[in-house]
């Protein structure tokens, strides 16, 4: 098989142009937003064919454009324009809604459904409940610049947050909803953070193919008197968020 680089009698200076041409062709379109993040590139026959070039040259290209963050490559599903990661710091009183006001973009919470239930052992103990109580189930997605980042299940002691579901849904915040019911000072008391796969339901929530990993954290928050006010079990897309560990001895 004949390469671009064989069949130019400079190859070293013909091969360099090439793929400089379609690195820069393609930033072009991300940067001036033809292509906007997470939209997935045409295949590298298809860009090959349409820049005229071969297949190598065009594999070239997307590594180098993968090296500069613009891209990102996923072996056997094709390449994708790299997404504005979020750096969410796990702090005691950072919240996505106000990082997100930090940054200027625009979130929201869209409350998928929820239910009065009886708790879990797990949520029991997180939100030192009695044995009597129950609690009301929200269910998120967390939406920013229009993507879907996470979904959420969130536990709210009864019969203290009565109402939360449908003031959740009309701030489209969780801490918005908490102020509405009288709670203006929240505190992160502890997260769990691991990593797996997502099921069926969040990936298609996500807009995600089930072989990409999330990362699922497990949080405790308390009011300003040190009483848990809710529970949550959070599956964040590693495509749009990273979490961000402070520490203050240094």
Do not use: C
């Not at 891209?71 to 997404?83: L, N």
């Not at 997100?100 to 973009?105: A, E, Q, V």
Request: no cysteine; charged share 30%.
């Amino acid at each position: 098989m004949v390469t671009d680089d064989e069949a130019n009698p400079t190859p070293i200076k013909s091969a360099l142009h090439l793929w400089q041409k379609v690195t820069l062709s393609i930033e072009k379109d991300i940067l001036q937003r033809r292509l906007s993040p997470g939209d997935r590139l045409p295949s590298e026959e298809e860009l090959a064919k349409h820049l005229d070039v071969h297949r190598n040259t065009v594999r070239r290209a997307l590594e180098v454009l993968e090296e500069k963050g613009l891209v990102r490559i996923e072996h056997g599903h094709g390449s994708f324009v790299q997404e504005r990661v979020i750096s969410h710091p796990l702090s005691s009183r950072k919240f996505l809604p106000l990082i997100l006001k930090g940054l200027d973009r625009v979130g929201r919470e869209d409350v998928l459904e929820s239910a009065t239930i009886r708790p879990t052992k797990e949520i029991t103990a997180a939100l030192k409940l009695s044995k009597a109580q129950y609690v009301r189930r929200v269910d998120l997605r967390t939406v920013v610049d229009n993507n879907p980042i996470m979904v959420s299940s969130v536990y709210f002691p009864l019969p203290r947050f009565h109402g939360i579901d449908q003031a959740i849904a009309e701030t489209q915040s969780v801490p918005d909803g908490l102020k509405r019911l009288g709670v203006d000072d929240f505190i992160r008391y502890e997260s769990r953070i691991t990593t797996g796969q997502a099921s069926r339901s969040d990936a298609t929530l996500l807009a995600q193919s089930r072989s990409q990993p999330v990362l699922q954290v497990k949080n405790i928050i308390t009011d300003g008197a040190s009483r848990p006010i809710l529970f949550s079990v959070i599956r964040m897309s590693a495509r749009w968020i990273e979490l961000v560990v402070r520490y203050n001895d240094m």
